[in-house]
C-alpha cells in the first residue's frame, strides 16, 4: 500500500470514528444509537485492518477481525436485546444537557482533545500518530456522554465509546498492545457489558424504569 | 495578460445573466418535479418567469406606517444576491473581479440581504413580519457561523480564503475533495443551505399556514414589484448557493483559463450541475416533513458541530 493511500484511508476512517460519535450523541431513539455503536465498531475495526495491511502483521489482523466481532457484532447485539427487553422502543427524552448544547461541548471537547495530544503528535510524527485527537476526543465525548445521560444504557453506551477511544488511542500510538492484552481488555468490556446488562434487568423489576436518577432516594 | 482580462469580464457578464435568467426556471423546475412525483400535472417550469412579468406590471404600494427600510429591503436583497453572483467562480476561476469572492465578503453579503429582510419585516410592525424575522434571526444565528467554518475548513489546506483559489485547488489535487475535511464540510454545508434557502425541513416555500412559515411571512406585506424583487432575490439566492456548494465539492468542467471553448464548457457545466441538485433537492423535499421549530436549532447546531470537525480534521489530520 502506497504511503499516500495509506494516509487517505486512515483519514477516511478516522473522520468515520468520529463522526459516529458525534451522531451517538445526536440521537434520541436507543435502537438509532445502538445502530450507530455498531457502525463505530465496523470503523475501528477498520481502523486496526488498514494498521494490520500497512504493518503487514498478521497478529494485528486477527485482533482486527476480533475488535469487528465484538464491536460491531456482540456488542450491538447484546444492547438490542437490553433495549427489547424494555419493551416499548425507548427514547432518551430529558438528557441532563439538551442536546445542542451536548453537540456544542463535543466541538468544545474536539478541541480540548487536540490541544491535550499535541506533545504525544510530536514525540513520533506519523500518519497514524495525526490521528491521536481522534481517539481522545471520542473518549472525551464517551465520558461526557456517560456523565450526562439519564437511561441506564445510553450511560452503557457512552462508556463503550469511551472505551472505543482507549482502544483506537492504543493502536494508533503504539500499533496494538500485543494480542493477549487485547484479548483480556476484550473480554472484560465484555464481562462488564453482561454484568451491567444483569444490573438493568434487575433496577427494572425493582424500580420499574431505568432512570438512574431515581435511585438517589431510599426505598423501602 | 489582456486577453485573460477580457474573458474574464465575459465570464462576470455571463455568470450575471446566468444567474439571473435561469434562477426563475430553477425554481419552476423544482416545482414542476415536485408536481410530477405528487401526481400533478404542475404549471411548466416557466411559470415563475410568468408571475415575476405579471407581479412587475402591477401598482406599487406599501403599507401605512412603513418607513424606508422597508422599501430599501427588496433592492439590498437584488443588490447583494447580484454582487455574489458576479464574483463567485460559477462558470470561470479567471473572473476579473476575482480578489474580491473572499469567502467572509460573499457570506457576510449573502447574511447582510437576509438582515435587510427580517430588518423589513419587523418595519410592517405586523404579527406575522415580526414572528418571521424572529425565526429567520435564530435560524441565520446558527447558519452563518457554521457557513464560515465549512468553508473554511476548505480554505485551510488551500492557504487561501480566496473562493476560486479553493475551486482551482480542488481541480489540481482531486484527492483533496474526497478527503474526510470535505466530506464533513459538505454534509454542514448542505444542511445549511437548505436552512438558509428556507427549504423543506426547516421551512416550507409553498405554505401559507401562519405557525410554521419563516420566509413567507416575512415577506407577507409586499406586493406588486417589490414581491417580484423579493421572489427573484430568493431564487437567485437559491442558485448561487446551490452553484457555491456544486463547484466547492464537485469542481470539475469549471473554465480556468480564458477561451470560448472552455468557457462555454463552464457555463453548460454549471447549469448542469445547479439543475442536478435542484432536481436531488426537490424530490428529497417529496420524502420529507417540516421538521418542529424547535428542533431546527438542534439540526443546525449538528451541522456547526460537523462544519467544526472538519475545521478541526483539516489541521489534526494534515
Redesign the interface.
Given at each position: 500500500m502506497s504511503t499516500a493511500l495509506y494516509t487517505q484511508l486512515l483519514n477516511l476512517v478516522a473522520g468515520a470514528f468520529l463522526l459516529t460519535a458525534v451522531l451517538i450523541l445526536w440521537r434520541r431513539e436507543l435502537t438509532g444509537i445502538i445502530d450507530v455503536f455498531a457502525l463505530q465498531g465496523v470503523a475501528l475495526a477498520t481502523l486496526v485492518g488498514i494498521i494490520a495491511v500497512a504493518e503487514g502483521s498478521a497478529e494485528l489482523g486477527a485482533v482486527a477481525v476480533g475488535v469487528l466481532v465484538l464491536r460491531a457484532g456482540v456488542l450491538p447485539w447484546v444492547l438490542r436485546r437490553a433495549a427489547a427487553s424494555a419493551g416499548v422502543a425507548q427514547r432518551e427524552t430529558k438528557p441532563l444537557v439538551n442536546v445542542v448544547s451536548s453537540l456544542l461541548a463535543a466541538a468544545a471537547l474536539t478541541l480540548l482533545a487536540y490541544a491535550v495530544s499535541q506533545p504525544l503528535v510530536e514525540l513520533a510524527p506519523s500518519p497514524a500518530t495525526h490521528a491521536i485527537p481522534v481517539g481522545m476526543a471520542v473518549v472525551l465525548i464517551g465520558f461526557f456522554v456517560l456523565v450526562t445521560r439519564r437511561l441506564a444504557l445510553s450511560q452503557l453506551v457512552g462508556f463503550l465509546l469511551l472505551d472505543n477511544g482507549i482502544t483506537a488511542v492504543g493502536f494508533l500510538t503504539a500499533t496494538g498492545v500485543g494480542l493477549i492484552v487485547e484479548l483480556g481488555v476484550s473480554l472484560d468490556v465484555l464481562l462488564v457489558v453482561l454484568v451491567l446488562q444483569v444490573l438493568k434487568t434487575r433496577m427494572r423489576e425493582a424500580f420499574g424504569a431505568t432512570d438512574l436518577d431515581e435511585l438517589r432516594e431510599l426505598h423501602d | 495578460m489582456n486577453a485573460p482580462s477580457v474573458y474574464g469580464t465575459v465570464g462576470v457578464i455571463l455568470q450575471l445573466l446566468i444567474v439571473i435568467g435561469l434562477s426563475p426556471l430553477l425554481i419552476g423546475l423544482m416545482r414542476q418535479i415536485r408536481a410530477r412525483l405528487e401526481g400533478r400535472a404542475g404549471p411548466g417550469i416557466g411559470q415563475p418567469w410568468r408571475d415575476l412579468r405579471k407581479l412587475m406590471r402591477k401598482q406599487r404600494t406599501s403599507p401605512r406606517g412603513t418607513s424606508e427600510v422597508f422599501r430599501v429591503a427588496p433592492l439590498l436583497l437584488v443588490a447583494t444576491c447580484l454582487v455574489v453572483a458576479a464574483v463567485a467562480p460559477f462558470v470561470t476561476t479567471a473572473s476579473a473581479l476575482d480578489p474580491v469572492a473572499d469567502l467572509f465578503a460573499v457570506v457576510a453579503l449573502l447574511t447582510l440581504g437576509t438582515v435587510a429582510l427580517a430588518l423589513a419585516g419587523l418595519d410592517t410592525g405586523t404579527a406575522f413580519g415580526g414572528m418571521g424575522a424572529s425565526r429567520e434571526t435564530t435560524i441565520i444565528a446558527l447558519v452563518e457561523p457554521t457557513m464560515l467554518v465549512a468553508i473554511f475548513a476548505l480554505s485551510v489546506p488551500v492557504g487561501s480564503t480566496n473562493l476560486a483559489a479553493i475551486v482551482t485547488s480542488g481541480l489540481d489535487d482531486p484527492?483533496q475533495v474526497?478527503?474526510?475535511?470535505s466530506?464533513?464540510a459538505a454534509v454542514a454545508l448542505i444542511v445549511v443551505i437548505i436552512a438558509e434557502t428556507g427549504r423543506l425541513p426547516v421551512d416550507n416555500p409553498s405554505t401559507h399556514l401562519e405557525l410554521t412559515m419563516v420566509h413567507e411571512a416575512m415577506v407577507l406585506e409586499y406586493s406588486g414589484p417589490d414581491l417580484a424583487m423579493v421572489e427573484l432575490a430568493s431564487a437567485m439566492r437559491l442558485t448561487v448557493f446551490l452553484g457555491l456548494l456544486a463547484n466547492l465539492f464537485v469542481p470539475w468542467g469549471i473554465a480556468t483559463s480564458g477561451s470560448v471553448p472552455v468557457i462555454a464548457i463552464g457555463v453548460l457545466a454549471f447549469v448542469v450541475k445547479v439543475a442536478v441538485l435542484g432536481t436531488a433537492l426537490a424530490v428529497g423535499e417529496v420524502f420529507l416533513a417540516k421538521l418542529r421549530l424547535f428542533r431546527v436549532?438542534?439540526l443546525l447546531?449538528?451541522s456547526?458541530?460537523?462544519g467544526?470537525?472538519a475545521v478541526?480534521?483539516s489541521?489534526?489530520?494534515?
Open positions: - | 484527492a474526497f478527503s474526510p475535511v466530506l464533513l436549532p438542534e447546531a449538528g456547526f458541530v460537523l467544526l470537525l478541526a480534521a489541521f489534526f489530520l494534515a
